[in-house]
């Protein structure tokens, strides 16, 4: 079936460093693929889309890159800071294509030291 | 600006007891809704969506069932809660395949 898959261990990281975070998908191919943040309690924020026919995004001190041979999405933040931290989702289409629901990994949770 | 509102934002509900759980949308029309279930130190579950009044579609058998009386108003309901229905639920919307908005959420506590 169809999965995102995330590195589910806790990523901690030096103020200041660029975090990098990954998602793997398997057994599909999505047409896009998006990054949210989530603070606990809280609901996830939408950060970044990426299509398959985009190498890299960037917003701000984000970077996105998508690449459909090793059926991977990086999520880098830069400049690290404290505020950064939460936990990052991937998520993708819920088949091959451009469905409109999305499955979500499991989250990497980032904490940026000061 | 579109917002989304759910609520409560948490509950505590006995076994067997019935829930409703409610979710708008302001400043947009016709958008796809969702609800979504997130288990403790999990990602989220897509349990329902919909594409428009009425139209629900559900992505897992469950004790669960989802209405869409308005074009902006979806609601999560359940007859009888098991103990498995806890949970931290979400709502969320979209236009054509973008970003979802979701909103805060509700913290289910069956007992």
């Known amino acids: 079936s169809q999965k995102i898959e995330q590195n589910s261990e806790a990523l901690n990281i030096q103020e200041g460093k660029t975090a990098t975070l990954t998602c793997n998908y398997t057994?599909?191919?999505?047409?896009?693929l998006q990054w949210y943040r989530q603070d606990p309690g809280r609901g996830p924020v939408f950060l970044l889309l990426?299509?398959?026919?985009?190498k890299e995004k960037r917003k701000e001190r984000l970077k996105v890159t998508f690449d459909t041979t090793l059926k991977q999405s990086l999520f880098h933040i830069t400049a690290s800071q404290p505020a950064d931290s939460a936990t990052y989702l991937c998520a993708g289409p819920i088949s091959s294509g451009s469905a409109r629901q999305l499955t979500f990994g499991s989250g990497t949770q980032l904490t940026v030291l000061p | 600006s579109q917002t989304i509102h759910q609520w409560p934002a948490t509950l505590v509900q006995p076994v067997g007891s019935p829930l409703s759980l409610e979710c708008t949308v302001e400043g947009t029309s016709n958008p796809n809704l969702y609800w979504y279930r997130q288990a403790a130190g999990r990602g989220l579950q897509l349990l329902f969506y919909s594409v428009g009044i009425g139209q629900i579609s559900s992505e897992v058998p469950q004790n669960l069932s989802a209405s869409r009386p308005q074009d902006r108003q979806f609601i999560l309901s359940s007859k009888k809660l098991l103990l498995s229905d806890s949970g931290f639920y979400l709502c969320?919307?979209?236009?054509?395949?973008?970003?979802?908005?979701f909103g805060s959420g509700t913290r289910l506590t069956v007992v």
């Open positions: 990426i299509r398959e026919n985009e």
């Open positions: 057994n599909y191919s999505p047409a896009y």
């Open positions: 969320a919307w979209s236009v054509d395949s973008y970003g979802y908005t």
